[in-house]
C-alpha cells in the first residue's frame, strides 16, 4: 500500500518561514513527478510547485521567488520550503505524487494524494 505521508505545517507570521515534508511509503519501483497543491477555505485545490524525477521545477506564478522545492530521491521525500508567508498563503497543503508500482502484469502507473497539512499564517 502506498502512502503519501505530510508533515511541516502549523502557524506562522507574516514574513516567517515553514518547510513541508511529503514521504512516499510503499512498494514502488520509481517516484515520478511530485508536486504540492493547497486548497483554501471556499476556493479550488491550486498547484503551487512541481518537481519531475529529474528536478525540472515549475511554480504557481504566486509563490515563484519566495517557496522551493526539492526532493531526496534517496529517501523517496520531496519538500516545500516557504519563505515570506503572507495571510493569502493559509490553506491546507495537499502533496501529490505520480509513481510506478510493480504488479502482476508488469509496472503500472498509480497517483496519490497526501492527507494534507494545515498552514496558516497569521499575527
Known amino acids: 500500500q502506498v502512502q503519501l505521508v505530510e508533515s511541516g505545517g502549523g502557524l506562522v507570521q507574516p514574513g516567517g518561514s515553514l518547510r513541508l515534508s511529503c514521504l512516499v511509503s510503499?512498494?514502488?519501483?520509481?517516484?515520478?513527478?511530485m508536486d504540492w497543491y493547497r486548497q483554501a477555505p471556499g476556493k479550488q485545490r491550486e498547484l503551487v510547485a512541481a518537481i519531475t524525477s529529474g528536478g525540472s521545477t515549475n511554480y504557481a506564478d504566486s509563490v515563484k521567488g519566495r517557496f522551493a522545492i526539492t526532493r531526496d530521491n534517496a529517501k523517496n521525500t520531496a519538500y516545500l520550503q516557504m519563505d515570506s508567508l503572507q495571510p493569502e498563503d493559509t490553506a491546507v497543503y495537499y502533496c501529490?505524487?505520480?509513481?510506478?508500482?510493480?504488479?502482476?502484469?508488469?509496472?503500472?502507473?498509480?497517483?496519490?494524494w497526501g492527507q494534507g497539512t494545515q498552514v496558516t499564517v497569521s499575527s
Open positions: 510503499g512498494s514502488i519501483l520509481s517516484i515520478n513527478a
Open positions: 501529490h505524487s505520480d509513481v510506478t508500482e510493480p504488479t502482476m502484469w508488469g509496472p503500472k502507473g498509480y497517483s496519490y
